[in-house]
């Protein structure tokens, strides 16, 4: 049996030179994320907030434009209740390299 979370606080960081296509003033829906109750766009980092009730999953995406070329780290992506700290997830930050369309 699972239990209802509530106050989920997602914080994703990207790296810089990375852009964050804010698909709220984009006017573009979103089709394969969950919708958030709030959701906060800053220049290189984005804040989604929700509850999370038992059983359920929800996904949430990320648009992105890489402006350059090269090696990047791309840090943890953190997921925890805002009121609650024993309720808490993340997964390892990693090394990315963009490179340009059709060049692998």
């Known amino acids: 049996k699972g ?3 509530e106050e989920i606080a997602l914080t994703q960081i990207f ?15 979103n089709i394969y ?15 989604t907030y929700f509850d999370l009730p038992k059983d359920q999953s929800q996904t949430y995406r990320s648009r992105l434009n890489a402006a350059y070329q090269g ?6 992506v ?3 209740a805002m009121y609650d700290e024993e309720v808490q997830a ?3 930050g990693q090394w990315v390299e963009v490179v ?3 060049s692998i």
Not at 15 to 29: A, F
Not at 33 to 47: C, E, H, L, N, V
């Open 3 to 5: 239990i209802n979370y």
């Open 15 to 29: 790296p810089s030179g990375w852009e964050i296509i804010n698909s709220r003033l984009d006017n573009i829906s």
């Open 100 to 102: 340009e369309v059709g």
């Open 33 to 47: 994320s969950s919708t958030p109750a709030y959701q906060d766009i800053r220049d290189d980092r984005g804040y």
């Open 90 to 92: 993340r997964n390892i």
């Open 78 to 80: 953190n997921c925890s």
């Open 71 to 76: 090696r990047y780290y791309l840090p943890s």
